[in-house]
């Protein structure tokens, strides 16, 4: 398959900026609330990258994660910080399929004799 | 890893180094250094006086990095002579120069490094080693390094790409890291990067790879937190520092399909407050021939001064103060995120 006939290119990660095209209002509003929630706060903005490395592997967003890894190397995290931050990410979506198990631990119970 | 001269690659060459950043800036559509420069109204770049005297001392060194700028190695044959030394102590003697920065290369290497050292002393100005780290562990010959920059109240300034083994081996070569640690640990015994000491030991950071570095002050915390809890170092101050996309580095941006990116972000992440306090405005460099650039990585890319004064015998303060510094593509590296000099971030 041509990359043309790909959804993702790595090129347009670059144009993500471009999304306020027709709607450059509510573009602003996301990236000025974007920019808030990665700045230095009560978590570092390191801590915050590594959260956002993990998350972008939970939604699966290529995009994210070129990005992310990027700025978490850049931020100065270790590769061992990198692979537990998305170990954590699988972890919780692991968790998350598992626990709904209860429901199934539950119906098995109930239709027993 | 030998030199890349000494591997007769064509990125030996300074012309075919800025050919390369020529093209592929055109070929991405990225503007020219100076346009950007002119949006912000600072072409032609002036210098602001001349307070560092950088004087680049040869390129033999005893590593060989993967990032070198210099593309300085144990093959590298070219040490600056004791005239040319002596010409630069005639320069440092100007009353504006309240620095002398001693690079290389390794510049311990260089036969008459003690005694140009001894000399500034003597001037009485600032004096900055950078010093590799091992060379202090190379042998005899170099034991006594510590104590003598102890006595001459050299500042050491010291490349550690990284707090832990690996991504400082894989720059810098297998096993620099284990030997970094037992200098820093040799300085610090004499005091150096100690408080109260009055003897100043200062670690560079540069990036493992194709990626800016991050703030300067969390990576200070982090190296300062890591390097006293696992090995008992200490140190004064961090200086996060850009790889600039030239020799070696612009070798492995090359073989690792990263050049168009690199470069492209270098771009995108200009920074007009860094353009202005860059270090090429208040430093001179010399060369191991006495040549005069705007800056090390002028030098390394043969980009000689402007104007009549082009070397070190010649110096006339009034003559350079009124240069325009020279620019290329490469300049970026100096400009972009928080910017990048040899003191570290700029913005």
């Known amino acids: 398959m041509s990359q043309n006939n790909t959804y993702y290119h790595p090129e347009d990660l670059k144009k993500f900026g471009n999304i306020g095209e027709f709607q450059p209002d509510l573009a602003k509003k996301f990236f000025d609330y974007y920019g808030s929630v990665f700045a230095d706060g009560a978590l570092s903005a390191k801590e915050k990258s590594l959260i956002a490395l993990a998350v972008a592997h939970v939604v699966q967003c290529p995009y994210c994660i070129d990005a992310y890894t990027t700025d978490t190397l850049e931020k100065g995290a270790t590769e061992e910080q990198l692979w537990e931050a998305i170990h954590v990410g699988a972890a919780i979506r692991g968790g998350a399929s598992l626990v709904h198990s209860v429901q199934a631990l539950n119906k098995v119970k109930e239709l027993g004799i | ?347």
């Not at chain 2, 949006?39 to 602001?48: A, D, M, N, V, Y």
């Not at chain 2, 612009?250 to 860059?278: C, I, M, Q, W």
């Not at chain 2, 290329?328 to 040899?342: K, N, R, V």
């Open chain 2, 1 to 347: 890893m030998k030199s890349l001269l000494a591997r007769g690659s064509e990125l030996a060459s300074p012309k075919e180094q800025l050919r390369i950043l020529s093209e592929v800036s055109s070929r991405k559509g990225l503007p020219l250094f100076e346009e950007k420069l002119q949006e912000i109204g600072s072409f032609p770049l002036r210098p602001t006086g001349i307070d560092i005297l950088q004087v680049n001392v040869g390129k033999l060194c005893n590593q060989s990095c993967k990032h070198c700028h210099v593309d300085a190695a144990p093959d590298r044959k070219e040490v600056m002579s004791k005239e040319t030394m002596q010409e630069c102590l005639v320069a440092l003697a100007s009353p504006n120069i309240t620095t002398l920065d001693i690079t290389g290369g390794a510049p311990e290497m260089n036969p008459n490094f003690k005694w140009f050292v001894e000399e500034a002393s003597k001037l009485g100005k600032k004096i900055l080693v950078r010093c590799n780290l091992t060379i202090v562990l190379a042998g005899e010959k170099y034991r006594g390094l510590p104590e003598f920059f102890a006595k001459h109240r050299v500042e050491v300034i010291s490349s550690l790409p990284y707090f832990q083994k690996r991504r400082t081996d894989a720059q810098r070569g297998e096993g620099v890291f284990d030997r970094s640690v037992q200098a820093l640990q040799k300085l610090n015994e004499i005091g150096y990067g100690i408080p109260g000491s009055g003897l100043i030991l200062n670690l560079v950071y540069n990036p493992g790879g194709a990626f800016l570095p991050g703030g300067q002050s969390t990576l200070e915390s982090d190296f300062k937190r890591e390097l006293k809890q696992h090995f008992g170092v200490e140190f004064n101050s961090l200086f996060a520092l850009t790889n600039m996309p030239i020799s070696r580095f612009l070798e492995f941006l090359l073989e690792s399909g990263n050049l168009d990116s690199y470069l492209e972000k270098l771009v995108t992440t200009f920074n007009p407050s860094a353009a202005a306090g860059v270090m090429c405005r208040n430093t001179l460099s010399v060369g191991w021939d006495g040549s005069l650039y705007d800056c090390d990585f002028n030098q390394m890319l043969d980009m000689q001064l402007e104007g009549e004064v082009t070397k070190i015998s010649d110096f006339n303060q009034a003559s350079l103060d009124a240069r325009a510094i020279r620019l290329e593509q490469h300049c970026y590296g100096c400009t972009a995120g928080a910017g990048s000099s040899c003191g570290g971030s700029l913005a």
